[in-house]
Structure formats: structure tokens, C-alpha cells
């Protein structure tokens, strides 16, 4: 081990900020009476709570699939099993947990299966028209050779992710994208947070290789 | 941390370690120069993926997701299935719930304890004395010993209702000095 006698200056960040412990119990209180009233039957209910997470278990399918239409179909699978095995879920658990898990699992099955057949060029399966309509933030107004840069580096970046296995892009799109905790993707993926850990950091790693030319 | 744990640096890198962990990768990585590029360059990836999300917005409207859903379930009735209910592994878990776990594991000890130096929380004694019911006993009247150079004697006691036989002599050797006194209460 190298060990420097002067200090190195890294930014190491505070412990995690989590959103305010009213807000999250609230949300989870809010849904328990929903998933009960799912669990008798009702079918409105169970509308509530689909509206309520439809977009980030569809942002979660792309994530793992990188396919619009599968990540559609994947979402919509989710809710359907989601409501076949209401039965089964568990006062103590969350439902959001709940749902992520049962779209991780089936989003890790269909990528297994699909890898199994001949893929569609990474070229192909961007859909140059639907990437224009993405929602950029305000602050800006970018201009065309920015965002012709920010399009290319975005698609680098896409065909990194889509070079990792199911798995490692899992903990990747709910660490960075969905900003979840380590305890929290245990839940979702079933394991323990050591391995949270231990495939963050390889799954990192394995991008940094890939991204090399642009980071 | 003595050497390049890689995994305590993602969770430094992510704000997950806590206490002592936390304080030890912390200044691990501020003293050691593989440890502090690791960390730059996993810094760097996760910026890069941070302010470039995977941006595709949902193209169904929530009605009509919902609609395809809703014919999906009414499709398939009432087939159910099982899904695993998310929880943490029993380490984690306790690494989570550390401090309470600790409290109760102290509030226990302390109650323990506590009981322990109360006499009335001691028990009752485990062995109950009963007093002896007097059996009827036979009485000594006449005893005629085979053995000779044999010398017996009875005590009766009327009061205590016994009777104490004092045998000598008995067995018989040649040898005196090791000779024997026998004692035999027949009440007992």
C-alpha cells in the first residue's frame, strides 16, 4: 500500500441525504391503504397505485432493457404480475420496493432472453425523432452543435450501459438514476449490501473503461 | 483500513459509510494515492452518468396504460402468482438497526441483572423438606450373635422410640487392631 505523508484532496460526500422521514412514511402509509384495498379486490385502487409509479417502474424497464417498446411492454407486465401477487405482498414492505423487484426480476429474465437472439444495431434501435422530444432542462438554450455533442455523448454513454450485464445495470440505474439507497437496492435485487457494493464498484469500473475517450 | 478495499471506496464515493467505517475509508483514501484515483475516476463515471440520464419519456398517457393493464388482468382472471417479498439479509439488517439492536441487547442485560440482586426474583429453594412420618419399627427384644468373641449390646430408648444395637468384634480376625465396631440402628 502507497501511502503519501502529505494529505490527497479528494471530495468525499456527506452521508446519504434521504428525503424527509414525514414525506416517505406518508407515501408508504398512502399506499398500504391502497395495496389493502387492492388485496379485497378493488380494482380502482390498484389504478391509483399505477399512476402513481407507471413512470418510474418504466424508466427502471428502460433502464435495464435500453428499448422503448420492451420497456413499455415490461412496465405493463410488472403492474399485471404486480396485481396477481397482491395477495402475497406483506403489510411491512413497500410497495415501491415491491414493484421494482418484481420489474428487476422479469427485466433480468427478458434480457437473458433476448441476448440469447440476434440484437438490433445500437444505431438502429435509436430512435433519432423520440431522442429530439426529450425534455431538456430550462435553464439553457443550447445550441445546435451543443446539443448534437450532448446527442453523441449520450448515445456513448447509452452504448456503454448496454455492454453491462443485466445485473450491473441494474444497481447503476437505481443508484444513479433513481438516487436509491444501498439498503433499498438489496430489496429490489434480493441481496446482500455488500454485494450492492461490490457490483456498483465493478460495474463503475467496467465504464470507465468503456467511456474512457469521453470522461 | 490497512489495504484497497474497493468496495468501502464506492460507499465512500456514495455517502453510504457511516461512523468508524466512514472515518477509516475516509482517511485511507485522503492517504493513499491508488485508492484516491480510484476514487477520482469512479467520481467521474458517476457524474457523467448522473448529468446524462436515459432520457425516453413514456409515450402512453396514463389512461391508456392503464386500459392495457386493466385488459391484461381481466384477461388472465383470477391466476395468481407469488412474489418475493423485498427484505434485507439478516446482517444487513442488524448492521442497519445497530443501535437498537445494542439498546434492547443492553435494556435485556440490565433487567437481567437487575432481577438477579432481588432476592424475591431469586426462586424458592429447588428442594422441599418434608418431615419424616414415623414408620412402625420393630423392637430388638432378644439377639443371639453366632459369631464368637462377638459382643452386642442394645440401647432402647423409649422417648425416641429406637433401638441402637452396639455389635463388637464382628467379623472376627485374628488380628485385634483391626478390629471393628459396628454400628446398626434396625430403626432406620
Not at chain 1, 424508466?59 to 417498446?69: D, H, K, S, V, Y
Not at chain 2, 492517504?31 to 476514487?39: G, K, M, S
Request: charged residues 25%.
Amino acid at each position: 500500500m502507497t501511502e503519501d505523508v502529505a494529505k490527497i484532496s479528494v471530495n468525499i460526500p456527506e452521508t446519504v441525504a434521504s428525503k424527509s422521514a414525514h414525506e416517505v412514511s406518508q407515501a408508504e402509509s398512502d399506499d398500504r391503504d391502497l395495496v389493502e384495498r387492492c388485496q379485497r379486490g378493488d380494482l380502482d385502487a390498484y389504478e391509483v397505485l399505477v399512476g402513481r409509479y407507471r413512470v418510474k417502474v418504466y424508466n427502471l424497464a428502460f433502464g435495464i432493457l435500453r428499448n422503448e417498446q420492451d420497456a413499455t411492454d415490461l412496465c405493463q407486465e410488472a403492474f399485471v404480475r404486480g396485481w396477481q401477487a397482491i395477495h402475497s405482498f406483506r403489510k411491512d414492505a413497500s410497495f415501491y420496493t415491491w414493484i421494482y423487484r418484481i420489474t428487476t426480476n422479469l427485466g433480468i429474465d427478458f434480457v437473458r432472453r433476448r441476448d440469447r437472439r440476434p440484437t438490433t444495431p445500437l444505431d438502429e434501435a435509436i430512435d433519432p425523432d423520440v431522442d429530439a422530444s426529450v425534455q431538456e432542462p430550462p435553464s439553457t438554450n443550447p445550441s445546435p452543435v451543443d446539443e448534437a455533442q450532448r446527442r453523441e455523448l449520450r448515445e456513448q454513454i447509452d452504448a456503454a450501459l448496454l455492454q453491462l450485464s443485466p445485473e450491473h445495470r441494474v444497481v447503476i440505474q437505481l443508484r444513479e438514476f433513481d438516487d436509491m439507497d444501498y439498503a433499498a437496492i438489496a430489496k429490489v435485487i434480493g441481496c446482500s449490501i455488500g454485494t450492492v457494493m461490490s457490483r456498483l464498484h465493478y460495474a463503475r469500473k467496467h465504464l470507465q473503461k468503456l467511456l474512457k475517450p469521453v470522461i | 483500513m490497512t489495504h484497497h478495499n474497493t468496495e468501502a471506496i464506492t460507499g465512500l464515493l456514495d455517502g453510504e459509510l457511516k461512523g468508524l467505517r466512514r472515518w477509516m475509508a475516509q482517511r485511507h483514501v485522503s492517504r493513499c494515492t491508488t485508492c484516491a484515483d480510484e476514487y477520482r475516476r469512479q467520481e467521474q463515471v458517476r457524474q457523467l452518468l448522473r448529468a446524462n440520464p436515459p432520457v425516453s419519456p413514456m409515450t402512453d398517457s396514463p389512461e391508456f396504460f392503464w386500459s392495457k393493464v386493466k385488459t391484461e388482468i381481466q384477461r388472465r382472471g383470477d391466476e395468481r402468482v407469488a412474489a418475493p417479498t423485498p427484505h434485507l439479509v439478516f446482517a444487513d439488517w442488524v448492521r442497519q438497526h445497530q443501535f437498537a439492536v445494542a439498546t434492547a441487547a443492553a435494556a435485556f442485560i440490565a433487567v437481567v441483572g437487575a432481577l438477579w440482586f432481588i432476592p424475591a426474583f431469586r426462586g424458592t429453594p429447588m428442594v422441599t423438606v418434608t418431615p419424616r412420618t414415623a414408620t412402625p419399627v420393630a423392637r430388638v427384644e432378644h439377639l443371639k450373635t453366632l459369631i464368637p468373641h462377638t459382643a452386642a449390646t442394645a440401647f432402647d430408648d423409649k422417648d425416641a422410640d429406637v433401638t441402637v444395637i452396639w455389635v463388637t468384634g464382628l467379623p472376627w480376625t485374628p488380628d485385634m487392631n483391626k478390629m471393628e465396631t459396628k454400628f446398626a440402628n434396625l430403626d432406620t
